[in-house]
Nanobody, 119 residues
Framework: VQLQASGGGLVQAGGSLRLSCAAS?????MGWFRQAPGKEREFVAAISRNGLITTYADSVKGRFTISRDAAKNTVDLQMNSLKPEDTAVYFC????????????????WGQGTQVTVSS
């Protein structure tokens, strides 16, 4: 599965951005991750194949919303109330397993999109 992330940019603190991930093939659990400079990649959010189950990192809960459009084969991440600490490269990823396990191995990764939040 090929994944193409888009929608990053520069925004002021308190602002919003919407990231989108377009997939080329069949996808199951999809996730968003991020990596800030000098830090390890961290989990942000995941959504089940049917879109009915979602989970979030505590740091983004209540501010970010993950969703998917089966017809378009896309997964979006709506990011509101952005903070400078949200600055990172954001990656979308896909699991090939049918099992709902958002902390499991993600097999396919997109190229990343930069999100910069200024204070």
């Amino acid at each position: 599965v090929q994944l193409q992330a888009s929608g990053g940019g520069l925004v002021q603190a308190g602002g919003s951005l919407r990231l989108s991930c377009a997939a080329s093939g069949r996808t199951y659990t999809m996730g968003w991750f991020r990596q800030a400079p000098g830090k390890e990649r961290e989990f942000v959010a995941a959504i089940s194949r049917n879109g009915l189950i979602t989970t979030y990192a505590d740091s983004v809960k209540g501010r970010f919303t993950i969703s998917r459009d089966a017809a378009k084969n896309t997964v979006d991440l709506q990011m509101n109330s952005l903070k400078p600490e949200d600055t990172a490269v954001y990656f979308c990823a896909a699991r090939r397993s049918l099992t709902w396990n958002p902390s499991g191995t993600y097999d396919d990764w997109g190229q990343g999109t930069q999100v910069t939040v200024s204070s």
